[in-house]
RNA sequence: GGAGAGGUGGCCGAGUCGGCUGAAGGCAACCGCCUGCUAAGCGGUUGUACGGGUAAAACCGUACCGAGGGUUCGAAUCCCUCCCUCUCCGCCA
């Protein structure tokens, strides 16, 4: 959410943002409404002053045992006008939230501006996409083979979009997640941290996924709590409602949880194998920290992802979202891809972003300010490190062999009882 | 699921028969004084949001004591609904 102080003063800015998100909105309404609302407000704010030092004195009259029933009299009168005029205020309050809360985060000026992904920019790639010399086979052949991903019965359990990874197969994508969560907890000075799997709607209106994508996610019926579509949303919502110290900052969480994202709309997108699925597994990266170090964290929270694609030794190439791109409570974004070889072009493994204030302030995360002893908002920031999912797709279209095995990279086979290779049972 | 207790400012905690409580007291923080230094001690300051006001302040107003509604001239205090936390019992991984 931005703030409405910000928006009022800064209109053209914020229209100019929204013509360079290529979103349409409008905010044609927003000074009228805003105008609306203030007028109503300032014109009940004088008549309860009014009720309030009549009511002090009628508390005075009494005290000296004085008559005071013709004051009890004409405020009773200036109370009904009250109840009267406030009437219309919740309606006008709420519907400069709901204008406010529907306007995405301003990019960041460097970020690219573009229509849709072909205009995201690339900012330096990593490895180089192995040359095969036998014809390369996707993850869902090769899981196959060798009986690790099974799709079919997956769909008996739950439907489309679901996998079931089996015996070397699940033990890889729990390896990859206990090497991610080693690797940013060791050396990356991450707090792991094991959330809810559920939040409630204040949580999702915290992070910007509420109100406005209600329709991604899966929803438990007759409850308030959602499926987390991503940790970002419970993890960023550990500080809901806080003031932080200073000295506690940045707050670096890294979570693994599942993820469920309903994925509608992207009918007949991906429908093979386990890149879209309605749930997957992720490790997430979530940072706290104060508005003038974020531009900083968020170049270092982009480094820490790569640095897992590089140990595992899977080419991948960095991306800033075009404006098109670029979600909506983000003010700028990295996206990582890594390289599979059965679709010849990088596909997103991690999403990076900069919230800037945007989260922080719908969420309420604050912290106070050593040398003015005021509160500020925090910046939010976030990022995969990785999708376990598609990093199993990764490794195993990329290390695959002519002989259907597929080769384990080194800093795995630890977590895996010491496995170098997955061959067919 | 059954029974009970409770939700007040950064934190702890008091609020009497509704008015003088934005809220005692304490802690913490900050600024002075004191001190060779530190600690202790003494004095003072310190909520948030919105609106008005200002060059910017100062300042003024309104709202906020879990959320929402009601009673009243007036509600942290009374009534109703809901949410959450805790304790005990039951059930259960």
Redesign the pocket.
């Known amino acids: 959410m931005l703030d409405?102080?910000f928006v009022r003063e800064n209109l053209p800015a914020v229209e100019e943002a929204l013509r360079r998100r290529r979103a349409p909105a409008s905010l044609g309404g927003f000074a009228d409404l805003d105008r609306k609302r203030?007028d109503l407000?300032?014109k009940v704010?004088?008549l309860?002053?009014e009720?309030?030092?009549?009511?002090?004195e009628?508390?005075r009259l009494?005290?000296e045992k004085k008559d005071a029933s013709g004051l009890?009299q004409q405020?009773?009168e200036v109370?009904a006008r009250i109840k009267e005029m406030e009437a219309g205020l919740?309606e006008a309050e709420r519907q400069m939230e709901e204008a406010l809360l529907n306007i995405p985060n301003i990019p960041d000026p460097s970020v690219p501006e573009g229509a849709g992904e072909e205009d995201n920019a690339v900012v330096r790639t990593w490895g180089t996409p192995g040359a095969f010399s036998f014809p390369v086979r996707d993850h869902v052949d090769i899981g196959a083979a060798l009986d690790i991903l099974d799709f079919d019965r997956a769909a008996k359990i739950a439907g489309a979009r679901f996998c079931l990874s089996k015996g070397a197969g699940a033990l890889l994508e729990r390896a990859l997640i206990n090497f991610m969560l080693d690797v940013h907890t060791r050396e990356h000075g991450y707090m792991e941290v094991l959330p809810p799997f559920l939040a409630n709607s204040a949580s999702f209106f915290g992070t910007g996924q509420l109100p406005k994508f209600e329709e991604d996610l899966f929803r438990v019926a007759g409850t308030d709590y959602f499926l987390v579509p991503t940790a970002e949303v419970p993890v960023t919502n550990i500080v809901r409602d806080e003031?932080l110290p200073a000295d506690s900052l940045p707050l670096k969480m890294t979570a693994y949880t599942p993820c469920f994202r309903a994925e509608a709309g992207s009918y007949g997108k991906d429908v093979r194998g386990m890149i879209r699925q309605h749930q997957f597994n992720k490790v997430e990266l979530v940072k706290v920290c104060r508005p003038e170090d974020s531009w900083r964290e968020l170049e270092a929270l982009t480094a820490d992802a790569e640095d897992i694609l590089k140990r595992l030794g899977l080419p991948y190439r960095v991306v800033t979202l075009c404006t098109a791109d670029l979600g909506f409570s983000s003010a700028k974004t990295y996206d990582l891809e890594v390289w599979l070889p059965s679709q010849k072009r990088y596909r997103e493994i991690s999403s990076c972003s900069n919230f800037t204030d945007f989260q922080a302030r719908r969420a309420k995360i604050r912290y106070r300010d050593d040398a003015s002893?005021?509160?500020r908002l925090a910046h939010t920031l976030n990022g995969s490190g990785l999708a376990a999912g598609r990093t199993v797709v990764a490794v195993l279209e990329n290390f695959q062999q002519e002989d259907g095995s597929v080769v384990i990279p080194e800093p795995l086979r630890p977590y895996m009882g010491g496995m170098d290779r997955i061959v067919k049972r």
């Open positions: 409405l102080k203030r407000l300032v704010e004088a309860r002053a009720r309030n030092a009549a009511s002090e009628i508390g009494r005290r009890m405020m009773k109370a919740p003031i002893g005021k509160t």
